[in-house]
């Protein structure tokens, strides 16, 4: 596949995003439309740092700039009649620019990027608070069954996409947990995340000793674009009800040379999670693990 043409597949994968997020937009779909554009945005950003000549330098700007604006979008939706910095309509030319952006120098950006900021930032501090409160609401009472899972990355020339399909975990409570789920994080030696953390929707098969999701997750980076030392964390979470919050139950890591095509079991280790990997402790002798299978895109 040519450099033209994955840019072309990856500015229609990116356009049919943007279109479904305005439409939940625009239908009034405002928890929709904001789990949307921070995909969106967070897809945005991948392909505006990666090493990967995919897009001039001149292009990544252009979709930074996207990335911005919807973020702002997200501010509006969340405290309506108080931010105003980025409209409907302001996506709507935004979209077309995305659109075009293989077809004309970028320069003319159809939104003021940084008056649009500034606008954003006078909203009060009081309010901003009251909306990461009722964001947090909004997980617990839809989002959260839905997960986070982002769509597979393009396999660019030379390089390996990763999906991680999780299968199951064993747990010799596995019936009690309500609304489990897992997070899935990629970091390097130190614990720094390199890609977005995603979560998987919540299970709903329980067996005797096993929580069943079989859910693919895509690693948002090729393998080889990965540091030297990268691990993937998984992260078993589930909701308690008397606390209303979320708590981690164990978690599980696979380093790199652990990442071969095919199934894994991986063990199964004591909260907190230890992104450096200094202090880890087995949650149990028995043998429960955390299934998965490992696939390779070209």
Known sequence: MTSEEEQRQAILALGKS???????????QPIEAIDGYKRLSRQLDDFANTEIPLFSDEQKKVLRKIGICLD?????????????????????????????????RCRDFPVDVTAAQLQARTLPSSQNRVQESDEVDD?????????????????????????????RIGLKDATQYIEPYITV???????????AAQDTPV?????????????EVHIQKSIESLPNGFSIFFEFKHFKPKKNMI????????????????????????????YKRK??????????YLHLKIIFNT
């Open 18 to 28: 943007f279109a479904q997020c305005t439409d939940f937009d625009l239908w009034g």
């Open 139 to 167: 997980d617990k009472q839809g989002s959260r069954a839905k997960g986070s899972l982002l769509p597979r990355p393009l396999a660019y020339s030379g390089m390996r996409v990763l999906t991680v399909k999780i299968e």
């Open 279 to 288: 202090n880890i402790k087995l949650l149990t002798v028995k043998p429960l």
């Open 185 to 195: 994080s990629v970091r390097d030696a130190t614990g720094t995340e390199l890609t």
């Open 203 to 215: 299970a709903t098969k329980k067996e005797s000793k096993c929580i069943v999701f079989n859910e």
């Open 247 to 274: 708590s981690t139950k164990c978690w599980a890591f696979m380093e790199r040379d652990e990442v071969k095509e095919g199934p894994v079991a991986l063990e199964l280790y004591q909260k907190p999670a230890d």
């Open 72 to 104: 702002l979008r997200c501010k509006a939706l969340q405290a309506p009649g108080t931010v105003n910095g980025i409209l409907l309509d302001d996506l709507k030319r935004i979209g077309n620019t995305l659109d075009s952006i293989l077809k004309q």
